[in-house]
């Protein structure tokens, strides 16, 4: 083989790789500065009532950060569960609120599996030759490189009823938002800036006033599902700050502080 010739072929895969890669920046930068149908925005205002809040600048971004999800998504129904394009726009919509203002993506994200109300879900544990395999309904999954799993009946009144501090959707992105660090933890990537001291200390006393209060028997804000974990807690308390924020900032005006530092939302102000 001629060695102009060996050195031609690494070339040209690189730049066949640097020009998909061109492809790709300029298809995201296409997506994100699109918006929605006026069609496709009266069902995410009907379903998700929550991004009517929404500052204006930040309904532009949120928008094209829908329309790069759902290019980048793709839903699967399951159990006799036939998706539709409202089902698509309600979930990223609720999705996206997340990131609407931040750098970090749901970058391993490829498919949501939808069934039509609570599912079984089990994990296997080894006890010396046997296998016990444990069943338990839920209303959803999120597994560290994806997929999401929901159940569209929850995924649906979740984005309907913005008052309750109860939302699937929220909860288990709040988990693929914790997951991009490798673990899933309770730990997300902190933003620019923010010190990990603070917010260990934030998230920390908050959980443990959390865990304490339901030991008492006592009311808390944020769902006593918290109190399982630290990362249940970190995606409860994301469903709180959505939902409750005007609540959460007062009963813990510190850990409303970090989570508006993370993902750079103050939706205690939203009007």
């Not at 069943?135 to 997929?147: K, M």
């Not at 920390?204 to 109190?227: Q, S």
Request: proline letters at 5%; charged letters at 20%; a negative charge.
């Amino acid at each position: 083989m001629s060695p102009w010739l060996i050195l031609a072929v690494p070339l040209l895969v690189i730049a066949f790789l640097l020009y998909r890669g061109h492809l790709r920046r300029r298809r995201r930068a296409q997506l994100l500065a699109t918006p929605l149908t006026p069609e496709q925005r009266a069902v995410v205002e009907r379903l998700v009532p929550l991004v009517k809040r929404l500052p204006a600048d930040l309904r532009t971004a949120h928008e094209g950060k829908m329309n790069l999800l759902l290019d980048q998504v793709t839903f699967r129904g399951y159990n006799g569960v036939e998706v539709t394009e409202e089902m698509q726009l309600s979930i990223a919509a609720q999705a996206c609120l997340l990131i609407v203002n931040s750098p970090v993506w749901y970058d391993t994200l490829r498919n949501v599996l939808l069934y039509p109300s609570a599912f079984l879900t089990g994990h296997a544990r080894q006890d010396g030759q046997f296998v016990h395999q444990n069943n338990h309904g839920t209303l959803g999954e999120s597994w560290a490189r994806g997929p999401v799993v929901l159940s569209w009946d929850d995924a649906l009144y979740g984005g309907l009823n913005m008052h309750d501090g109860q939302n699937v959707v929220l909860h288990e992105f709040a988990h693929q938002l914790d997951a991009l660090t490798g673990d899933t933890d309770g730990i997300p990537i902190l933003r620019k800036g923010q010190a990990y001291a603070g917010w260990e200390k934030a998230m920390l006393d908050a959980y443990n006033d959390h865990v304490e209060r339901l030991e008492r028997g006592e009311y808390t804000l944020i769902d006593p599902y918290g109190a399982t974990n630290h990362e249940e807690f970190f995606a409860e308390a994301i469903v709180t700050f959505f939902e409750r924020p005007q609540e959460l900032r007062r009963e813990e005006p510190t850990l409303y502080a970090q989570l508006a530092q993370l993902l750079a939302l103050d939706p205690a102000r939203w009007v």
